[in-house]
């Protein structure tokens, strides 16, 4: 997920991905670096990282993930490559580590004082609690008292182990057995199999899996918030202050919060029948309609994905949707604007999809060319939401107010104030329900992270 919904974004972090897949072959030598500048030097950065969709994943070749973009970008901070290099669990980790093989190991790893007796740790750049995740209808003990019976498994050498062995002193009935894997997720998946009744997994993971698998539950939170940060081994000179250094810019600059929006700010507050009804018809609606979103979006400044999240915003990818005031079809088209794309049949699946497209695609580039990067977008799926004229008055009425008219923020603060008498009746289109368009964008970001929860 928190992939960027521009197609040239999205060609460059494919071309990207291919020089990671090309140095991804693992390097059990040590390596004989014993400073900041040997690193230089050398010119990579070697990166021990666990493979997850939140570390480092690949999905159709394309290497993915919320560390390996972080890592990345420390990378890019010293004038070097980064060079990813997964193990397959915690122990082996650390061990690469304690070995010379990485420079810095990269994989949500918690702070714990066990881990502290082991390796150095940077700067803290995430907080997550723990969490007892179990299956919906399933056995889900609220409090640490009913845990005893219950059949746990957890990632092996993982904090979450450390964590329920300070639950068993309380309630010596508390067992679980552990796994070896990069991730929770594969834990995850087998809860909500019904392999097993819960697992251990950080917040944000499980704000993740939830999404694709939505049967699972939060039965408990088991911890305080707890930091994650990169390990090190200390031995290499001036790397723990270039670390410190870099992550004290990254909370300055937002690169650290723009990185969250992307990959876990996008879902808004879990809603279960949402989420079901959506992942069931990803798998029963979808591929029928995926090749017309593709062909669609093949030569657009927008991928796929977008279409395909916009359609279910519209429709449910439903084509005989028809509402209340006549627009209809996958794409909602309003007649005036089927025929100005050249479309005769609205509820036709591949007509709608290429007219819906074509209108979107003449809406982005109408907008200001102040406008840039994914907030042109934005703008343009609210234009087709709520018309370009009373976009174009939200940009006005933003400027009027001292705020940014070529952000997406700017805009999406302003657009409902189009609904207050006290502003419609100065702008030149009037009155407007200005909160439809801001939700309307807010939910197709929604639907697109969910595409990429999917694994699409």
């Not at 182990?161 to 998946?189: D, I």
């Not at 939401?385 to 997406?408: F, I, P, Q, T």
């Not at 329900?433 to 639907?447: D, F, I, L, Q, S």
Request: glycine fraction near 8%.
């Amino acid at each position: 997920m928190g992939r960027p919904f521009l197609s040239a974004a999205k060609a460059v972090l494919t071309v990207f991905a291919g020089l990671i897949l090309v140095q991804c072959a693992p390097d059990r030598q040590g390596l004989d670096d014993t400073s900041l500048a040997d690193i230089q030097a050398r010119g990579e950065l070697v990166v021990l990282t666990l493979e997850g969709p939140t570390s480092f994943e690949i999905n159709d070749g394309t290497p993915a993930g919320y560390e390996l973009e972080l890592a990345q970008a420390f990378a890019d901070s010293l004038g070097v490559a980064a060079r990813f290099e997964p193990r397959r669990d915690i122990d082996s980790l650390f061990d690469s580590l304690d070995a010379g093989e990485g420079h810095i190991a990269a994989a949500n790893l918690t702070i714990t004082p066990a881990r502290r007796t082991r390796v150095s740790f940077g700067p803290a750049y995430k907080s997550v609690t723990e969490q007892l995740i179990c299956r919906r209808g399933g056995r889900e003990p609220t409090t640490p008292d009913a845990l005893p019976g219950t059949t746990i498994r957890v990632l092996a050498g993982s904090s979450y182990e450390e964590t329920l062995e300070t639950l068993a002193r309380q309630q010596p009935g508390v067992r679980w057995s552990a796994r070896t894997a990069g991730s929770a997720m594969p834990l995850l998946e087998g809860v909500d199999r019904g392999t097993f009744d819960c697992t251990v997994s950080d917040s944000h993971l499980a704000d993740f899996a939830r999404r694709r698998h939505p049967e699972l539950d939060v039965a408990m939170t088991l911890t305080e918030e707890r930091p994650l940060a990169w390990a090190h081994t200390g031995r290499i000179d001036g790397l723990d202050q270039a670390l410190a250094d870099w992550f004290a810019s990254a909370h300055e600059t937002g690169l650290l919060a723009d990185l969250d929006e992307r990959w876990f700010g996008r879902f808004g507050a879990f809603d279960y029948v949402d989420v079901a009804r959506f992942v069931r018809r990803v798998q029963s609606r979808l591929p029928q309609y995926r090749p017309a979103f593709e062909r669609a979006a093949a030569e657009l400044p927008f991928d796929w994905e977008l279409l395909a999240a916009q359609a279910y915003q519209e429709s449910h990818w439903d084509p005989d949707a028809v509402s209340a005031t006549g627009v209809r079809g996958l794409m909602m088209l309003t007649l005036s604007t089927a025929r100005r794309v050249g479309i005769e049949d609205r509820n036709d699946p591949e007509q709608s999809i290429a007219g819906g497209t074509a209108y979107l695609a003449d809406l982005y580039e109408r907008v200001p060319d102040g406008v840039a990067g994914e907030d042109r977008i934005w703008f343009a799926l609210a234009a087709y939401n709520v018309g370009m004229g009373h976009m174009y008055d939200a940009r006005a009425l933003a400027e009027r107010l001292g705020r940014d008219k070529n952000s997406w923020d700017g805009l999406a603060r302003t657009l409902p104030l189009l609904s207050d008498p006290r502003y419609y009746e100065t702008l030149r289109h009037g009155y407007a329900r200005g909160h439809e368009p801001v939700r309307y964008v807010e939910k197709v970001r929604e639907y697109r992270a969910l595409l990429d929860a999917q694994g699409i």
